[in-house]
């Protein structure tokens, strides 16, 4: 007689090790996709900062428009610096 690994389902062993890797494999896809997405808005934030820089604007009014703070838009001009 086989082994049950669940109380809810008649699983075996393997089928759950496999359920537990396809979850996991799941989960990893969609860190990837949330990583993603903060990436692409952080990148657009630094568009908006360099170009409100470019035109000269206060890093006052910069941190305003792209709902960052003073400290992120100084650490973002300081990035494109090094650029």
Do not use: F
């Amino acid at each position: 007689m086989k082994k049950r690994y669940s109380t809810q389902h008649a699983w075996q062993k393997e089928e759950l090790i496999a359920y537990d890797n396809a979850s996991i494999a799941e989960q990893d896809e969609r860190g990837k996709i949330i990583a993603a997405e903060k990436k692409g808005k952080i990148e657009e934030k630094e568009k908006v900062v360099k170009r409100c820089w470019q035109k000269k604007m206060p890093i006052k009014d910069i941190a305003e428009i792209s709902e960052l703070t003073i400290e992120q838009v100084q650490a973002i001009l300081k990035k494109l610096e090094k650029q």
